[in-house]
């Protein structure tokens, strides 16, 4: 398998009307703080909207080249006239827009077509054959691509391929990741000048998921089941991991905006005050205690769908609890909250009820009380 390729960029989304001039140079599409009994200070939000944003950013844009295979043949071209091609061959060269394709072995050499509805590793979304392009690069005898000219293959072919295929509803923050598979170098030696564009399921480091469904099917949000963990990289959030190993956040529960929302983007604020609510709700009963959050010192989160995922269809955003570092990215935690956790290799200790209410914070990170000048 090849190196990841570079990420697409991303349009700048428009500041928090009241957020400090270090918050606008965040994204908006965020995970935020809400009512937790103990408040986050500014500085420990804004690290905390930081540091999920770059994991949803690595997890949601890095897509993988998805090599031919590094078998003694490789991917030959298919000739009539030799001999009938393997069952290797013949399914990565007869694979066409719609197919869904899975392997098990590290160098795909068992790949077969599945079903949609089953777990798949990439699906199809176009295949394109460069030797009908003008010009000596794709021709007989021309050199294979570098990984540079690949990256601009995918985004030239594969980019546009994936918006037509799902009608112009792909949600660039979802869960799927544009892809591309290509011959083998041993392939290409033989003539083979077919891209095979397509969606997969992407890790946070680009290694490839089994999803179910086809993508033109099914709501593309980012979400995972209720008692779902995901792991912790450099204070940042990965990918499910069981609950007893470090993890950043716990998924609490998914709530689904499209009975509340029927129509076009919600505004921001009327989605924060909804998602909150169900939140809020959904943590005291997943923990048996509206409590128990406070006692464990954690915090709870929630994301935002933007215009973009909005009009590709998402609807659903994760409700997950953690613990924010200022400055530190999150905490590790071992153990369900559920049960009895660790945070930082340490119990948590419940904070002193003082019977005064914390309030909520803002949407957004708030701006920075007044410095100390140095003299």
């Not at 897509?63 to 091609?85: C, M, R, V, W």
């Not at 979304?125 to 990256?151: N, Q």
């Not at 980012?222 to 716990?250: M, R, S, Y």
Request: aromatic content about 6%.
């Amino acid at each position: 398998m090849s190196p990841a390729d570079v990420p697409t960029e991303t349009p700048t989304p428009e500041p928090h009307p009241g957020a400090s001039p270090r918050a606008e140079s965040l994204p908006r599409s965020l995970i935020i703080d809400r009512k937790s009994g103990s408040h986050l200070t500014a500085p420990k939000l804004r690290w905390a909207l930081l540091a999920v944003a770059v994991g949803a950013v690595i997890a949601s844009l890095v897509g993988l080249f998805i090599t031919g295979y590094d078998n003694e043949k490789g991917l030959e071209a298919h000739n009539p006239s030799e001999p009938a091609q393997t069952v290797l061959d013949k399914e990565f060269g007869t694979a066409a827009r719609g197919d869904c394709l899975s392997w098990t072995k590290n160098d795909r050499s068992d790949l077969v077509k599945v079903d949609c509805s089953a777990k798949h590793l990439f699906e199809v979304a176009a295949d394109i054959d460069m030797s009908k392009y003008p010009g000596v690069e794709f021709g007989p005898g021309s050199r294979f691509p570098d990984s540079l000219r690949l990256t601009e293959l995918k985004q030239e072919h594969c980019d546009p391929a994936v918006q037509e295929y799902t009608g112009g509803r792909f949600d660039p923050r979802g869960r799927y990741v544009v892809g591309l598979m290509y011959p083998s170098p041993d392939g290409w030696k033989n003539g083979d000048r077919t891209l095979r564009c397509g969606v997969q399921y992407s890790g946070s480091s680009g290694t490839p998921l089994t999803a179910s469904g086809s993508v033109v099917e099914h709501d593309q949000s980012k979400v995972f089941e209720p008692g779902t963990c995901l792991g912790i990289n450099q204070n940042l959030p990965t990918d499910p991991v069981d609950c007893a190993q470090p993890h950043a956040v716990e998924i609490v529960s998914t709530v689904d905006l499209s009975a509340k929302f029927p129509g076009g983007p919600p505004a921001k604020d009327d989605q924060d005050r909804f998602v909150e609510e169900e939140c809020t709700r959904a943590a005291t009963d997943y923990l048996g205690s509206p409590d128990a959050v406070r006692n464990k010192t954690l915090t709870l989160f929630f994301d935002y769908l933007d215009a973009r995922s909005w009009l590709a269809g998402s609807r659903r955003l994760d409700c997950m609890i953690g613990k924010g570092a200022d400055r530190e990215g999150f905490a590790p935690i071992v153990g369900s909250a559920r049960g009895e956790i660790l945070i930082n290799g340490q119990a948590p200790v419940p904070p002193p009820n003082s019977g005064r209410s914390t309030p909520a914070p803002l949407p957004g990170a708030a701006p920075l009380p007044p410095q100390p000048q140095p003299r």
